[in-house]
């Protein structure tokens, strides 16, 4: 096959990944490696069938080639390596205040999954169905315009998830040390998860699910007391949304078993919704008022930040068609997934950030296809469509200007 400007900029600027993520890799697995991760990248599928059929098999049959592929991600373990590479590069991008955004889901199939490898019947609360599935758990890091994997989790079946939550939660805090703020959705508000992430000591959000919860010591649900509680005006940032919010807080005690633990209570309202947070650890028992209001707003700022993580799984699930996989055993699927990671990793901030090559590569889009648009999924749809096409136009030179209109009729003391 010819290859082109993108086929060659692709190749090139994914070898050092591929280098730095499988170093230990022999040969042929390696080379496995390489041919899968090119398949998805130009497919974005994570059906076999497809991926063997972008693979230039030589003399091979397509049928060949799909047993190859099959094998493969049968034999090696290619998962371990890709979950380490996103563990270091995402903790190397956790500061002081950096959101960790940390979400449950699952890779599912509303028809057929019966016959893959320890696929258990749960509720998919993104479509709304009960369909086979695995539990998925991923956090991410929100440091950039789009959030950076640090760990994304299939586990078998629908079991496990509570004890892998603790798990997840314990290793970011002892790889992170004293930095980056965990955030949580209202799936984690159990006793036994808020109470273990407040006698870690590091601070952590978690959304609030259980609001007849008593944490007052009052009677009443904890939305019922917030609204008198003490407010503040203020503008919440992600790095692509910015809203004005009214931000509340209240001190009380978290009930977990026989203690009663220190937390501060967090309320955040904007465009006519308002939810409710714990804030754990952000504050000493002795904080003053400013300590409290400061708390609460970064707080409030941590969890408006998490909806990345949902766009992550979005970005996965939809560029690379990872719930469309038809494998039967479970590891093919977790090598799959770790694949399409990878490629969503590489898409986001390898290829954009790639000097001369990824201006290459934008200025043959231009050329080729007429227009970019500046955002994730155009940008991923049109590198594949520059991989599919065997000729693509790159017009070089500078483009040329447009000649000044003549103005002499209009100057002072011109006679027609």
């Not at 371990?80 to 955004?101: F, K, M, N, Q, Y």
């Not at 929100?142 to 299939?154: D, Q, Y």
């Not at 096409?389 to 100057?411: Q, V």
Request: hydrophobic share 45%.
């Amino acid at each position: 096959m010819a290859h082109n400007i993108a086929k060659n900029a692709v190749e090139r600027t994914s070898a050092a990944l591929l280098d730095k993520v499988f170093p230990d890799l022999g040969k042929v697995a390696g080379g496995a490696a390489r041919a899968v991760f090119s398949a998805v990248v130009r497919t974005g599928s994570a059906l076999v069938t497809d991926l063997a059929a972008a693979m230039d098999g030589g003399a091979t049959s397509m049928k060949g080639r799909q047993e190859k592929v099959s094998g493969w991600l049968a034999r090696y373990d290619f998962a371990a390596p890709v979950r380490d590479h996103l563990w270091s590069e995402g903790v190397a991008l956790v500061g002081r205040d950096t959101v960790i955004a940390v979400d449950s889901g699952d890779v599912s199939k509303e028809f057929g999954g019966a016959g893959m490898e320890g696929m258990e019947m749960g509720y998919d609360a993104s479509r709304g169905v009960v369909a086979m599935g695995h539990s998925l758990l991923c956090a991410a890091v929100v440091a950039r315009r789009r959030a950076a994997p640090l760990r994304l989790a299939l586990l078998k079946g629908r079991k496990g998830l509570p004890d892998a939550e603790t798990d997840l939660f314990d290793a970011i805090v002892g790889a992170v040390g004293g930095d980056g703020i965990p955030v949580h959705d209202r799936g984690f508000d159990s006793a036994e998860f808020v109470g273990h992430a407040i006698r870690s000591g590091h601070r952590a959000v978690v959304r609030v699910k259980e609001l007849s919860r008593d944490v007052f010591g009052t009677g009443r649900s904890i939305d019922g007391d917030m609204a008198d509680a003490p407010c503040v005006r203020a503008a919440l940032r992600s790095p692509t949304r910015r809203v004005e919010a009214t931000v509340r807080w209240r001190a009380g005690f978290f009930p977990s078993g026989d203690a009663h633990l220190p937390v501060l209570v967090v309320s955040s309202t904007f465009n006519g919704a308002t939810l409710c947070l714990y804030a754990l650890n952000f504050v000493g028992p002795d904080a003053s008022a400013r300590e409290l209001r400061e708390a609460a707003a970064l707080a409030a700022n941590a969890y408006f930040c998490r909806w990345s993580v949902e766009v992550l799984f979005q970005d996965v699930k939809q560029c690379f068609s990872i719930e469309d996989a038809r494998v039967r055993t479970f590891r093919r699927l977790e090598n799959l997934l770790a694949f399409c990671t990878l490629a969503y990793s590489y898409f986001a901030y390898v290829l954009p950030n790639c000097g001369a090559e990824t201006h290459r590569l934008l200025k043959t889009m231009k050329d080729s296809l007429g227009e970019i648009v500046e955002s994730f999924r155009p940008f991923v749809a049109n590198v594949r469509e520059l991989l599919r096409m065997e000729r693509t136009r790159f017009i070089s030179g500078r483009p040329r200007k447009r000649k000044p209109p003549d103005m002499t009729a209009f100057l002072p003391g011109f006679s027609a």
